[in-house]
């Protein structure tokens, strides 16, 4: 069974950095594809970032391009979201998902969270104005 943990979560202030991680056991594919989504109170799921552990380009929701690193350490089975000049509509609950590589056709459903087969609990990101 597939397992993802998050951390990194914590309070920032506007225009703060911080980078999540994401570590992952119990892969049985050779390659997989993950994100990262967050959710804040009273809304939906959303797509954050996405990337194939296979190699390619990743993946990113408009809100977050140009600030929001996504990366992984195939080796260390650890996914990284790296987060700067925050805002605080950043904040949110952050989670880390991952579906099976063979699902993967070109990432046009990477940001539907109905399309990963596993997640995290989650790690909480606060930004303060």
């Known amino acids: 069974q597939v397992q993802l943990v998050e951390s990194g979560g914590g309070s920032v202030q506007a225009g703060g950095s911080l980078r999540l991680s994401c570590a992952a056991s119990g892969y049985t594919d050779s390659n997989y594809f993950m994100g990262w989504f967050r959710q804040a109170p009273g809304k939906e799921r959303e797509g954050v970032a996405g990337?194939?552990?296979?190699?390619?380009?990743?993946y990113y929701a408009d809100s977050v391009k140009g600030r929001f690193t996504i990366s992984r350490d195939n080796a260390k089975n650890t996914l990284y979201l790296q987060m700067n000049s925050l805002v605080p509509e950043d904040s949110a609950m952050y989670y880390c998902a991952a579906t099976p590589g063979s699902r993967f056709a070109g990432g046009i459903t990477w940001y539907w969270p109905s399309w990963y087969n596993y997640w995290g609990k989650g790690t909480q990101v606060t930004v303060s104005s």
């Open positions: 990337i194939y552990t296979g190699g390619g380009n990743p």
